[in-house]
């Protein structure tokens, strides 16, 4: 039989606290109580159902965002290389167009959000960085009209790499089903997409902030400026473009260009 010594010479070592896991007490409990607090306010309470409501609102407009995008998909897809050049057009949010995840690795992520010193800042996948996936093989299969369909959705296993995907034709507008291609040309390809985009705008702000530091140095060398404040001088992009402000800008240029041709 073993023998077991337990040297209770040395004092046991100190763990310090943690209070985000510490259980809390009786005695703890019921002064608590006393004083009328609670782990979780309502206040607290009321703000995460009000953040719910919202999130609901906001599930249900993403969802009326997809249908308009893809019933006019085919208007989108004979602009392509205008969206692609106009940075108001190729930087619209996209993240709800396209589903995904699959067993162990979960849902597909196509949304970003950071933390920066108080601010969240939110990166979604970019209609260019879509229109540029929908052009891979992977993510595009003939259609039985003679039309390209786009995957828009799909399901896998990254172990065994068998997949099942759902994609959509514009110009019969009928689903489409593929089955037995790479789950990981799918999941992993979107996800080195996304980091890019999150790349992308990374680069951006710090490239307008580092003109605007420039700006503002050329100011107070002229003895415009007495305080250095180079934040007067950062600026972004100017007011965003949505998806419901692309396709009537599109539908007014091509009944323009109707109409002066039959001039």
């Not at 009000?50 to 004979?78: A, G, P, T, V, Y």
């Not at 680069?203 to 307008?208: E, G, T, V």
């Not at 530091?213 to 949505?242: R, S």
Request: one cysteine or more; glycine letters at 6%; hydrophobic letters at 35%.
């Amino acid at each position: 039989m073993a023998t077991i010594f337990i040297d209770d010479s040395k004092p046991f070592p100190v763990i310090p606290e943690q209070p985000d896991n510490r259980h809390e007490s009786a005695l703890e409990f019921f002064k608590r109580q006393a004083a009328g607090l609670k782990l979780i306010s309502d206040e607290m309470e009321q703000e995460t159902r009000e953040q719910e409501e919202m999130r609901k609102l906001q599930e249900k407009s993403f969802e009326r965002k997809k249908k308009l995008l893809f019933d006019n998909l085919d208007l989108i897809l004979r602009h392509r290389d205008e969206i692609l050049a106009t940075p108001r057009y190729a930087n619209i949010d996209t993240h709800y167009a396209i589903k995904g995840g699959g067993l162990y690795v979960g849902p597909l992520s196509t949304s970003r959000a950071f933390n920066i010193a108080g601010s969240i800042v939110r990166v979604n996948l970019r209609l260019a960085t879509l229109l540029r996936i929908w052009e891979t093989d992977q993510f595009k299969v003939e259609c039985k009209c003679g039309g390209t369909a786009v995957i828009r959705s799909f399901t896998g296993s990254p172990l065994s790499g068998s997949s099942r995907a759902t994609a959509y034709c514009p110009e019969c507008k009928q689903e489409a089903h593929v089955a037995n291609r790479s789950f990981g040309g799918y999941f992993w390809y979107l996800q080195k997409k996304l980091s890019k985009d999150v790349e992308t705008v990374a680069r951006d702000f710090i490239a307008k902030w580092t003109l605007a530091e420039t700006d503002h140095e050329k100011k107070v060398a002229e003895g415009k400026y007495k305080d250095p404040k180079p934040g007067d001088d950062f600026h972004g992009d100017g007011t965003p473009c949505n998806l419901e402000t692309l396709i009537n800008e599109l539908r007014m240029k091509e009944f323009e260009e109707s109409v002066n041709s039959q001039k």
